[in-house]
Every structure is written in structure tokens, then in C-alpha cells.
């Protein structure tokens, strides 16, 4: 990557807006802008750091736009090099024409994320922080942009820089012991490097305690909707995406092939998966079709076992309620419209568990059961002050391996298995750690997570 260019993006959506911004970045961020900008209070160059300025883009004599631009020197600016943005009026023609212009003074486009590759290149913040700048682009819950901010603020980062400089010092020891061997350090210091990598170890467990749950928020919770035939769980999916999605009909076995759509509850993203009723059948489009359904139950976050309330309960109802783990299910009474206001008399069998009436029918009930979804999504789990929770499969991954390494450096010790063994350990969870925040982290997986971004970020 050439940090010598000056890089410049359109920031802002390109749409008739109020606003548009287009950010430049670079050696010669300020002279470009200078060359295009009549100003009506002073010069660009030669001035500090966070000055506003109001003026004219122009072309030659043509005046394209009366704007404002704001100067951030070099390093007091996020990607810590000269940095200035030109606030025009929102019009995607104006933009881009502002964008040509600073393209024939010498700027180059920028690439996805490559403003906030910049950052993290020079230091200004380290890998999780650009991650997070990311996630709380795409925020779009308060617990979703809480973790986020959480992490942009450096406390994921600070916390593992802390577990790694326990096991630097550990490691330290560790290899002490094999460079002097005739020093026998051996059994004064073996018993403190155990408690000190315990306590990184337990420091590193209770970040990936709700790390499952980070991911989820992340990435959106997924929720089967499961069932005997024709207990109206695909009414019940057109129902909460408002839209005729699945076919129903009365046939008992309508769907064969499981559907997948997502609805959003406060924010939260939720993937909401139709099934195949199960049944006993000796069909054998509908057998694969309910093998397919068993798959899905057991790889869902939540599940919907839907139950039809016009019906006696049966063995079959009772046995898909017994399979679902408690705290990972809701049972749906469907069908209320035609119970008249009565409650079916088996309700007494769900005692102890989360249900809740509803008809796909009429929408009654359809409501609240978004809010139970909502709420056993999220039940317990927002971060208390000083936790800290790993947010993404890429971190979770990595302090999993530093946590395998930091294991095997016990038993290792335990065992007394031999220094050189133990060191190994430790240096593989120092690189997992590294890892995590972008100090050992490939250029190619850099690339890749940057290339997620939007350009102009
Ligand atoms: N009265 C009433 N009928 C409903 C309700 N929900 C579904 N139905 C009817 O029940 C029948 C079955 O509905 P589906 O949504 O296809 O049921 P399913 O569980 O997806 O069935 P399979 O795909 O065969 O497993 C259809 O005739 C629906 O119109 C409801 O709340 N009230
Ligand atoms: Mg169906």
C-alpha cells in the first residue's frame, strides 16, 4: 500500500441531500484543495490544525459550489496525516465534479477503507478499533452500537494488551530458564508462571464468555419455526415478514424445502427459518424435507415450536416441545381466532415453559410474541461497565487459539514436560493476541478486512 499518495472519496451517501462531504487525506491534501478553493477568510496553507474556512469550489472562472472546508493537520486528524474535508451541498453531480477536480490536481481515489487503513497503518489505532468503526457504521441497535463504541474507545484492545504483557513476562521466565538452565530457577519461579498464566487465562475466558452472544448481535439471531403439518408455521412467517412469502394451503406437508427471510425486532437483525412439518411419513420428498428441519432446529439460536390451538395437543406436539432446550424456546399457541376466548385444557402441560397465543390469521398476539423474541435475545445480556465482550468470528477465533496455547503452557509446566515445549506455547498465543489486535495479523487478512469497508471510510 503507497502512504505517499494522497488519497479523496466522496464520504457521504450519493443521493440529493442536504450535505455532502468528500474527504481528502494526505501529503498534499491541503495544496490540491488550495488550488480549487477561493476562500473569503484567508489561505489553507500555513494554517493550523481544526480551522474552518468558507468559500467557493471552483473551475478555472467557473464557480461550482459555495462551501465550507475544514483543515486537520497532520497528526491531530484520524488517519494522522494532513486531512481536509469540503462540505458541499448534497448533490451527487456536485460530488462527483468536486471529486474530478481533486483527481486533476493529483489526488488519487481512495480505496474501501482505506482512510481507516491509514489510521491503523500509522498507529493512530490498532486493528479491533478499525473493526469496530465498521461495526458502528453498520450499527443498528443500542446494544449492537454499544459494543461497538466499547471497542472504539480501545477496551477490547487494552485488555488483551494486558493479558499479553502477563504472558511476556511469563515467557520471559520461561525462556530464562532454558538460556541459563544452571541457574535452577526452576521451582522458585515454574509455580508463579502457573498463576500467571491462569490468571490470563481467566481473563481470556470471561472476554469470550459472551462472545457467542456478541456474534449474534452482530450477525443477527437465527430462529426456526418448527411443528406438526399444517400447525400454520408458514402463516406465521408471511405473518411477521408481512408478506406472502411461503405457500400455505390446508394440505398437511406443504412446505418441502426450508425457507429463510430476516426481520429486524428494535434493531436487532432476526433470521427467521420455515420449515417442514415433522411428521411420521413415508414420503420421501417429505422425510428429506423434515431431515432438513431437524438440521436446522439444531443450529438455530431460538426456537418458535408452534402448536395449533384448535387441535387436541398429541404426542408428537409433546415430544418437539421435550427436544427444545428451555431457555432457547417460545411455544406458539397458533390459531387463537378460532378458539372462541377459551384456552385449550392442555395448556397446564406447558407450565414452566415461555408460550405465548397468537393467530397468523387475525395478527393477534403477533406483537408480543415479537417482543418475546426480542427479549430472550437479549435477556441478561447487555455488557455491564468494565466487561468486555470479543464481538467477531476473526477475534473470537484468535483468543480461542491464544486460550488453547495458554493450556497446553500449563500442562506443559504441570508435566514438567521441558522449557522448550512451554515457550513454544506461550509464543503461539503471543502471535494469537497479535493477531487479534493487527500487530501479527497477514497483509493478505488485512486486506480483506478492510475491503469490507465503504470507500470514503
Ligand atoms: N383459523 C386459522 N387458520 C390458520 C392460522 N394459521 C394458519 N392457518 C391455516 O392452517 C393451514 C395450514 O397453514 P400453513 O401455514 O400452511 O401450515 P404449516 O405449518 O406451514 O404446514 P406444513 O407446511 O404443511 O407443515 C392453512 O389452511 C392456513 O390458512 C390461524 O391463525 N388461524
Ligand atoms: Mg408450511
Same mark, same amino acid.
Given at each position: 500500500?503507497?502512504?505517499?499518495?494522497?488519497?479523496?472519496?466522496?464520504?457521504?451517501?450519493?443521493?440529493?441531500?442536504?450535505?455532502?462531504?468528500?474527504?481528502?487525506?494526505?501529503?498534499?491534501?491541503?495544496?490540491?484543495?488550495?488550488?480549487?478553493?477561493?476562500?473569503?477568510?484567508?489561505?489553507?496553507?500555513?494554517?493550523?490544525?481544526?480551522?474552518?474556512?468558507?468559500?467557493?469550489?471552483?473551475?478555472?472562472?467557473?464557480?461550482?459550489?459555495?462551501?465550507?472546508?475544514?483543515?486537520?493537520?497532520?497528526?491531530?486528524?484520524?488517519?494522522?496525516?494532513?486531512?481536509?474535508?469540503?462540505?458541499?451541498?448534497?448533490?451527487?453531480?456536485?460530488?462527483?465534479?468536486?471529486?474530478?477536480?481533486?483527481?486533476?490536481?493529483?489526488?488519487?481515489?481512495?480505496?474501501?477503507?482505506?482512510?481507516?487503513?491509514?489510521?491503523?497503518?500509522?498507529?493512530?489505532?490498532?486493528?479491533?478499533?478499525?473493526?469496530?468503526?465498521?461495526?458502528?457504521?453498520?450499527?443498528?441497535?443500542?446494544?449492537?452500537?454499544?459494543?461497538?463504541?466499547?471497542?472504539?474507545?480501545?477496551?477490547?484492545?487494552?485488555?488483551?494488551?494486558?493479558?499479553?504483557?502477563?504472558?511476556?513476562?511469563?515467557?520471559?521466565?520461561?525462556?530464562?530458564?532454558?538460556?541459563?538452565?544452571?541457574?535452577?530457577?526452576?521451582?522458585?519461579?515454574?509455580? +508463579?508462571? =502457573? $498463576? &500467571?498464566?491462569?490468571?490470563?487465562? !481467566?481473563?481470556?475466558?470471561?472476554? @469470550? *464468555?459472551?462472545?457467542?452472544? /456478541?456474534?449474534?448481535?452482530?450477525?443477527?439471531?437465527?430462529?426456526?419455526?418448527?411443528?406438526?403439518?399444517?400447525?400454520?408455521?408458514?402463516?406465521?412467517?408471511?405473518?411477521?415478514?408481512?408478506?406472502?412469502?411461503?405457500?400455505?394451503?390446508?394440505?398437511?406437508?406443504?412446505?418441502?424445502?426450508?425457507?429463510?427471510?430476516?426481520?429486524?425486532?428494535?434493531?436487532?437483525?432476526?433470521?427467521?427459518?420455515?420449515?417442514?412439518?415433522?411428521?411420521?411419513?413415508?414420503?420421501?420428498?417429505?422425510? +428429506?424435507? =423434515? $431431515? &432438513?428441519?431437524?438440521?436446522?432446529? !439444531?443450529?438455530?439460536?431460538?426456537? @418458535? *415450536?408452534?402448536?395449533?390451538? /384448535?387441535?387436541?395437543?398429541?404426542?408428537?406436539?409433546?415430544?418437539?416441545?421435550?427436544?427444545?432446550?428451555?431457555?432457547?424456546?417460545?411455544?406458539?399457541?397458533?390459531?387463537?381466532?378460532?378458539?372462541?376466548?377459551?384456552?385449550?385444557?392442555?395448556?397446564?402441560?406447558?407450565?414452566?415453559?415461555?408460550?405465548?397465543?397468537?393467530?397468523?390469521?387475525?395478527?393477534?398476539?403477533?406483537?408480543?410474541?415479537?417482543?418475546?423474541?426480542?427479549?430472550?435475545?437479549?435477556?441478561?445480556?447487555?455488557?455491564?461497565?468494565?466487561?468486555?465482550?470479543?464481538?467477531?468470528?476473526?477475534?473470537?477465533?484468535?483468543?480461542?487459539?491464544?486460550?488453547?496455547?495458554?493450556?497446553?503452557?500449563?500442562?506443559?509446566?504441570?508435566?514438567?514436560?521441558?522449557?522448550?515445549?512451554?515457550?513454544?506455547?506461550?509464543?503461539?498465543?503471543?502471535?494469537?493476541?497479535?493477531?487479534?489486535?493487527?500487530?501479527?495479523?497477514?497483509?493478505?487478512?488485512?486486506?480483506?478486512?478492510?475491503?469490507?469497508?465503504?470507500?470514503?471510510?
Amino acid at each position: 500500500m503507497n502512504l505517499d499518495d494522497t488519497i479523496a472519496a466522496i464520504v457521504t451517501p450519493l443521493q440529493p441531500s442536504g450535505l455532502g462531504v468528500i474527504r481528502v487525506s494526505g501529503k498534499q491534501a491541503v495544496s490540491i484543495v488550495e488550488h480549487l478553493f477561493k476562500s473569503s477568510t484567508g489561505k489553507l496553507e500555513n494554517t493550523g490544525s481544526n480551522e474552518l474556512f468558507h468559500g467557493w469550489i471552483h473551475d478555472d472562472e467557473k464557480l461550482i459550489d459555495r462551501v465550507l472546508v475544514i483543515i486537520m493537520r497532520s497528526p491531530r486528524s484520524y488517519t494522522t496525516e494532513d486531512v481536509v474535508e469540503i462540505q458541499c451541498h448534497g448533490s451527487p453531480f456536485i460530488m462527483r465534479k468536486i471529486l474530478d477536480l481533486l483527481m486533476r490536481q493529483g489526488a488519487r481515489l481512495a480505496e474501501s477503507g482505506e482512510f481507516t487503513q491509514r489510521a491503523f497503518l500509522h498507529g493512530r489505532i490498532d486493528l479491533t478499533q478499525a473493526e469496530a468503526v465498521l461495526d458502528l457504521v453498520h450499527a443498528s441497535s443500542e446494544l449492537g452500537s454499544a459494543l461497538a463504541v466499547q471497542q472504539l474507545r480501545g477496551k477490547l484492545y487494552n485488555a488483551i494488551e494486558d493479558v499479553r504483557s502477563q504472558v511476556v513476562t511469563t515467557s520471559s521466565l520461561v525462556e530464562a530458564s532454558i538460556d541459563f538452565p544452571e541457574e535452577d530457577i526452576e521451582f522458585v519461579h515454574f509455580d +508463579e508462571c =502457573i $498463576r &500467571q498464566i491462569k490468571r490470563a487465562c !481467566s481473563d481470556l475466558k470471561k472476554m @469470550l *464468555v459472551h462472545a457467542n452472544h /456478541g456474534l449474534r448481535v452482530r450477525e443477527g439471531i437465527s430462529v426456526a419455526l418448527i411443528g406438526r403439518p399444517n400447525v400454520g408455521k408458514s402463516s406465521l412467517l408471511n405473518r411477521l415478514l408481512k408478506d406472502q412469502r411461503a405457500i400455505v394451503t390446508n394440505v398437511p406437508g406443504t412446505t418441502r424445502d426450508y425457507i429463510e427471510e430476516s426481520i429486524q425486532i428494535k434493531g436487532i437483525a432476526f433470521r427467521l427459518t420455515d420449515t417442514a412439518g415433522i411428521r411420521n411419513t413415508k414420503d420421501l420428498i417429505e422425510s +428429506e424435507g =423434515i $431431515r &432438513q428441519s431437524r438440521n436446522v432446529l !439444531s443450529r438455530s439460536d431460538l426456537i @418458535l *415450536v408452534i402448536i395449533d390451538g /384448535g387441535e387436541k395437543l398429541n404426542e408428537e406436539d409433546l415430544k418437539l416441545v421435550r427436544d427444545v432446550e428451555k431457555h432457547k424456546s417460545i411455544i406458539v399457541i397458533n390459531k387463537i381466532d378460532l378458539m372462541a376466548g377459551r384456552e385449550p385444557e392442555w395448556l397446564s402441560e406447558f407450565s414452566g415453559r415461555d408460550y405465548i397465543s397468537v393467530s397468523a390469521k387475525t395478527a393477534e398476539g403477533c406483537d408480543e410474541l415479537e417482543s418475546k423474541l426480542y427479549e430472550k435475545a437479549t435477556l441478561d445480556v447487555s455488557p455491564h461497565k468494565d466487561e468486555i465482550w470479543i464481538t467477531n468470528r476473526r477475534q473470537k477465533q484468535a483468543a480461542e487459539r491464544a486460550l488453547e496455547s495458554l493450556l497446553k503452557a500449563i500442562q506443559g509446566l504441570e508435566d514438567s514436560k521441558g522449557e522448550e515445549f512451554v515457550a513454544e506455547d506461550l509464543r503461539t498465543c503471543l502471535n494469537a493476541l497479535g493477531d487479534i489486535v493487527g500487530q501479527t495479523t497477514p497483509d493478505d487478512l488485512l486486506g480483506q478486512i478492510f475491503s469490507e469497508f465503504c470507500i470514503g471510510k
